[in-house]
């Protein structure tokens, strides 16, 4: 069993930044960032693998960064540059075994889910 409890979310201005937090009773070997927007599906953000090797979806490359802290047993999502259409509940997410890289944004792929954070960023 894997326990996810996300905090930092808020409400920031365009262009602002958020650190989303994400304490974990343990790390497997794949975790991710997951956000939903008001009538709209989940979506993969971002996800780390055991190898520390990244996965961005397209709409957030180059604005924010995921990473992980071991020693803190907490999962982070650094979020620049933000956008009103970054509004939404934000999920973390973990899953055991290994998980093709093209794979790892796929919410089907996730057994493990906290409760959510949300994220208002007005322009």
């Known amino acids: 069993q894997v326990h996810l409890v996300e905090s930092g979310g808020g409400s920031v201005q365009s262009g602002g930044s958020l650190r989303l937090s994400c304490a974990v009773s343990?790390?497997?070997?794949?975790m991710a960032w997951f956000r939903q927007a008001t009538g709209k599906e989940r979506e993969g953000v971002a996800s780390?693998?055991?190898?520390?090797?990244?996965n961005y979806a397209d709409s957030v490359k180059g604005r924010f960064t995921i990473s992980k802290d071991s020693a803190k047993n907490t999962l982070y999502l650094q979020m620049n540059n933000m956008k009103p259409e970054d509004t939404a509940m934000y999920y973390c997410?973990?899953?055991?075994?290994?998980?093709?890289?093209?794979?790892?944004?796929?919410?089907?792929?996730?057994?493990?889910w906290g409760q959510g954070t949300q994220v208002t960023v007005s322009s």
């Open positions: 780390i693998f055991i190898d520390r090797t990244t």
């Open positions: 343990r790390f497997t070997d794949c």
């Open positions: 997410a973990a899953t055991t075994g290994w998980v093709a890289w093209g794979l790892r944004l796929l919410e089907g792929m996730y057994n493990y």
